[in-house]
């Protein structure tokens, strides 16, 4: 069974630091992996994809990586703000023809001043 | 806006109510998907079109629940005899069925709440 499998489920932090997210999954055969961050009350936004041959992307502040051999995701957000106070998803794809995505809890991060 | 669109944004209806519940996707996107999400977990898939073709369905779509995209644009989602447990935010998300990673991107939701 696909699963998606992500820590922590919840994290406090004063603004300014860094932190790190974590993403384990057993989806095979793998296709790409995404990063999402969700406010509450809205929709899913997409922050990062990455396929089998990336280890590392950036945008922003987030850096995701992704190790295809241990099946393992992080996402390292640097130089917190208010802002970032949200739900992050991690979101893997499977390369099995079948165009459903499968979604982890997500980590609730609170940033706070 | 020329994002995902979902209406209403918000509906409370008492158990046993019919609700529907409406999904535009971006305009050019051919592929659409229904998710539920229930609080503090990611969502769920329910069901998939490709242009009018509804091509997967999840076991999570009981026999209450039917989506439909009749000219292939935008879709309807539609919960007969509504369950206290079908409470949840429902998100809708389009996509491009052309090369590349079929990024889907995501409305803002219709949270319903059965009463």
């Known amino acids: 069974k696909n699963q998606v499998e992500q820590s922590p489920q919840s994290l406090i932090i004063l603004e300014g630091k860094n932190c790190t997210l974590q993403?384990?999954?057993?989806?095979?055969?793998?296709?790409?992996l995404r990063w999402y961050k969700q406010d509450t009350g809205r929709g899913p936004v997409s922050l990062t994809i990455m396929t089998f041959s990336e280890n590392t992307k950036s945008n922003g502040r987030y850096t995701a990586t992704l190790d295809a051999d241990t099946k393992q995701s992080s996402l390292h957000i640097t130089a917190s703000q208010l802002s970032d106070s949200a739900s992050y998803i991690c979101?893997?794809?499977?390369?099995?023809?079948?165009?459903?995505?499968?979604f982890g809890k997500g980590t609730k991060l609170s940033v706070i001043p | 806006d020329t994002g995902v669109s979902q209406n209403p944004r918000h509906k409370i209806t008492k158990r046993g109510q019919n609700v529907t519940f409406r999904c535009d996707p971006i305009?050019?996107?051919?592929?659409l998907y229904w998710y539920r999400q229930t609080l503090g977990q990611g969502p769920e898939f329910l069901t998939y079109f490709q242009n009018e073709a509804q091509l997967e369905k999840s076991r999570l779509l009981s026999d209450r629940f039917s989506a439909e995209r009749p000219k292939g644009s935008f879709s309807t989602l539609e919960i007969q005899r509504t369950e206290q447990g079908d409470s949840a935010m429902y998100l809708c998300?389009?996509?491009?069925?052309?090369?590349?990673?079929?990024?889907?991107?995501f409305g803002p939701g219709t949270r319903l709440t059965v009463t």
């Open positions: 998300a389009s996509s491009f069925g052309g090369q590349g990673s079929h990024e889907q991107y």
């Open positions: 979101v893997v794809r499977s390369g099995a023809g079948s165009y459903q995505l499968t």
């Open positions: 993403c384990n999954y057993t989806v095979s055969p793998f296709s790409n």
């Open positions: 305009s050019e996107h051919n592929r």
